[in-house]
């Protein structure tokens, strides 16, 4: 999230879009309830389904699952035409005005560059005209026709409300409807904002869904402002916090890179990583890149990163691809190139696509860890449990490690919420068992493995023995020595380089936050955004002052958020260019007139004049960006593309297949549907029921009472036409697996007309497996497609192709 | 019934075994009293508060974990309860469905209690102890990282990575663990490291 839970309290019009979140996310759902019945705020809703969310709406308008960027891309067409634009806001805060230079172009759902073998874009086109003068050339009165702002409105013309219909399959006179209520938020005292999930990640274009939003959020100057922004909901409670720090195969803590194989050593690693800014006296925070890297490296090789050893440098692995995300290495896995595998509070063969794939990944692996509180289908994916689970124990020759973890109520430390919130909890229970921490057990691996690299020697023995590792008990490491960690502290007197009597930093302090971290080795921090969390003054994850002066929604003495405990992310941007609010009933922060002072942690340096620095401080522009240079993989603008498996061609791109740079591995296209293939002719989508978690609270006797068995559910016109009854039996079937669930026949969902053809919809909640309190079932990604997005590799679980019929139920070994 | 009262004092006065001489001095008449006596003492008495996080969605509503036994002193804890936390900015008090069972979750009978080992080709897991499990999860990394790991790539680049393990971290982890697990892993060069981000 840009803002937080709290502040949706403020906002003006909520559009729920790739999300549900009155079903899955009901207590910060109440703050939209606030927002209805204290400001007057409205509720649109857009859909496959008439959901819990729709049913509290002002407005529900249905779309077709996976074609978002048509319904986004229209809106902002609309607004362009019709002069919903929030002029001030889009000609200073955005890049509206920024050149781009000759040779970038778009035709036919392509974008200059394409190379169809590889399924990749030579990029170098992608790119903003740099005047003499070093710095990117803008035109302020936007007549040069190659601004962002021309380009914007030329690529979106073609996105009318008629072709949204055909598209998405929503009624024009909806999308109208949609776009007025809008359209209304470009004034400066009208914001909306956007809360999904999910339901626009889950794309082969996923990234690009969230940017359409994000795009429109600024055309309309609801960014940085209260009651406006981009809210991510997420799924899990920490999952936030894992991704801030890095645990994914590409990152360093706080969104910093692993270095590529084209990136030898630490002076060209830094050489792509100056950020000069591309307009004068911009901020272009990430100039201080090289201090975050080497203070992350001094957190974690201790004395052994050095000046001379480039801090450490090669200890660091390098990437040949781009990623080794989950679908490349089980994908790896069924052709037999892993052997050891790890899963730490996961269940893969229920959460990644296509479950056959993954149980043939899983049964060649020589050892399977699993670290978990629960019983997972993942650590018996080699038990045979008939229909829901066809295997012979016997041919499988993996061994499976299972080791009992704590959860939350027995485990002390901080989580990342929604909204940047580091806030810390304290156990409740012992633990059951012989269960552990996941540190304990993390800390057991790691001195078993350094002890066996001392006594053994073997490949590369160096970041293992040299890792730091510096807890009172190595064994054990706490909760709060590793929170100071993160924060970081210093390693040694730091004197003023003008009055060399004066100690800038002593040696064994704390930091106060990420401003002192230093890239001499002079200081040390795991993870730069989460800096200020546990500072001399203590654990500020830990603060539980409730306060709110103004009645803002801010909470700044409650826990800490990342960055710098700042609530809304761009904030400088909810002023005009002279400082003063936009809405002063929303005032967030102002100028006056020697610094910026209010609500929230300003978002920019304290006495930066207005007028000078711009609002969005990270980017070398100082601006936000419309269009986004060569920074995605398929396109600077969103294009709409349809799914891998769809039940039309694209209709403003006949020829392009999906997205047309989403990687797709070689034995995997046999197993998508043909487009339009009459053998599987329903469109699929998954979801989440209020009354569950994913896979975990099957096994939760509550949670399995409310909702004890597996359903799909269907459109009465579709039960008519297959002869399916109201809780009857059904078989679904994808090309990749079956499924067989009972049959909700509901008004929820009705069939949509696509470009003429009637397309009926089949909607798979997920939460179903062979273990656990609830009945067994099928989990979903039996029939989900192996595909991700381009940018991320989020898997494809909202759009794919099914066919159903009415059965008489599984057949129970 | 005195409404001033609240139910809480009420019973927990009268839990704590206090019923005849504290009540008296309430006004309540023996057979009140004996009524009182005969209540099943409120579940709260005497447990322990320790504040948490719900261990589900983003949302992160503040609850409040109720036990027997208090961990501070060393001892063991039992929860009994477990409800929204008032105070918190977010759900000030509110659970959703999930949130409200979570005592149930925390008690599942699909909890697991030791290290078990399931050998090839069986059909059963077999209880093990830590040890045996760690030193065996220490000798299969070690073995698989010597025998796999690529120190140079074919153009003599350094880039010291290990392919043939990988590792996919919790997603309601704190990030103290989180930046244990980050440690640990990475020092050994592995790439195929994720988490729930992507799904």
Known sequence: MTNAWTDIKNTDLVVIMGGNAAEAHPCGFKWVTEAKANRGAKLIV???????????????????????????????????????????????????????????????????????????????????????????????????????????????????????????????????????????????????????????????????????????????????????????????????????LGLMSNLIPGYLNIPTEKEADFTT???????????????????????????????????????????????????????????????????????????????PLQAFPNKAKLAEGLAKLKLLVVMDPLQTETARFWEDHGTFNKVN????????????????????????????????????????????????????????????????????????????????????????????????????????????????????????????????????????????????????????????????????????????????????????????????????????????????????????????????????????????????????????????????????????????????????????ADIGDPAFPYAGTTYRLTEHFHYWTKNNHVNSVLQPEQFVEISEELAKEKGIALGGWVRVWSKRGELYAKAVVTKRIKPMNIDGKLVHIVGVPIHWGFVGAARKGFPANTLTPFVGDANIETPEFKAFMVNIEPSTGPVVA | MNMELSRRTFLKTSGAGLAGTTLGAFGFSEAEAAVAAAVKPFHLVNTTEARNTCTYCSVACGIIIYSKGDLRKGETADIVHIEGDADHPTNRGTLCPKGAALRDIVKSQTRLTQPMLRKAGSDKFEAVSWDAALDKIARAMKDDRDANFIATNSDGVTVNRWLTTGFLAASATTNETAFATYKVVRSTGILAFDNQARV
């Open chain 1, 46 to 244: 857009v859909d496959p389904r008439y959901n819990r969310s729709a049913s509290v709406a002002d407005y529900y308008a249905p779309i077709r699952q996976g074609s978002d960027i048509a319904f986004l891309m229209g809106l902002i067409n609309h607004c362009i035409s019709n002069d919903k634009v929030q002029w001030e806001y889009v000609k200073a805060f955005t890049n509206a005005t920024f050149v781009v230079k000759e040779g970038y172009g778009y035709q036919d759902g392509l974008f200059t560059g394409y190379d169809e073998e590889k399924r990749d874009y030579n990029r170098d086109t992608w790119d903003y005209e740099i005047g003499p003068d070093g710095y990117a050339v803008v035109d302020e009165t936007l007549q040069n026709p190659r601004c962002v702002w021309n380009l914007l409105k030329q690529h979106v013309a073609i996105y009318t409300p008629e072709l949204v219909e055909r598209i998405c399959g929503t009624p024009k006179d909806k999308f109208l409807k949609v776009a007025e209520m809008v359209g209304e938020c470009s004034t400066p005292t009208k914001t909306m904002t956007s809360m999904y999930a999910l339901g626009w990640t889950q794309h082969s274009k996923g990234s690009q869904n969230i940017r359409g939003m994000a795009m429109l959020q600024l055309i309309l100057g609801n960014i940085g402002v209260r009651g406006g922004g981009m809210n991510a909901l997420r799924g899990h409670s920490n999952i936030q916090g894992l991704t801030d």
């Open chain 1, 269 to 347: 690693y830094m050489s792509t990583r100056a950020y000069k800014p591309l307009r004068p006296n911009q901020m272009s925070y990430w100039q201080n890149y090289r201090k975050f890297f080497v203070s992350f490296m001094k957190s974690m090789f201790g004395p052994a990163a050095t000046a001379e050893n480039d801090w450490g440098y090669q200890y660091l692995p390098k990437l040949d691809v781009a990623s080794y995300d989950v679908l490349r290495i089980f994908d790896m896995m069924k052709n037999g190139k892993v052997n050891l595998y790890f899963c730490q509070g996961f269940n």
């Open chain 1, 393 to 672: 124990p016997a041919d499988i020759q993996t061994e499976v490690i299972q080791l009992p973890t704590t959860c939350f109520a027995e485990d002390e430390g901080s989580l990342v919420n929604s909204g940047r919130w580091l806030q810390w909890h304290w156990p409740g229970g012992s633990p059951p068992g012989e269960a552990k921490t996941d540190t304990w057990i993390m800390a057991q691996i790691h001195l078993r493995l350094k002890e066996l690299y001392k006594k053994e020697g073997g490949a590369f023995p160096d970041p293992i023995v040299n890792l730091n590792w510096t807890y009172k008990d190595p064994g054990d490491p706490t909760a709060e020595e590793l929170a100071r960690e993160m924060n970081g502290s210093v390693l040694a007197d730091v004197y003023d380089p003008v009055d060399p009597t004066k100690k800038v930093l002593e040696a064994g302090k704390q930091l106060s936050g990420f401003g002192q971290m230093r890239d001499d080795g002079t200081t040390a921090g795991g993870c730069w955004i989460f800096s200020g969390c546990f500072t001399e003054a203590g654990n500020m994850m830990a603060r539980r002052d409730n306060s709110d002066p103004g009645d803002a929604g801010m909470f700044l003495k409650w826990s800490f958020a990342w960055p710098a405990n700042r609530r809304i992310l761009y904030n400088r941007a909810s002023c005009d260019l002279e400082g003063k609010p936009w809405d002063p009933s929303r005032k967030l922060i102002e100028w006056d007139g020697a610094k910026w002072t209010g609500y929230d942690v300003p978002d920019i340096a304290p006495t930066a004049k207005p007028g000078e620095v711009g609002p969005f401080i990270m980017n070398p522009e100082g601006t936000s960006r419309l269009w986004v240079r060569k920074m995605m993989r398929d396109g600077p603008f969103p294009v709409h593309y349809e799914p891998f498996e769809s039940p039309v061609a694209n209709v403003i791109a006949p020829k392009v297949r999906g997205n047309p740079v989403a990687r797709v591995f070689a034995d995997d296209w046999k197993s998508f």
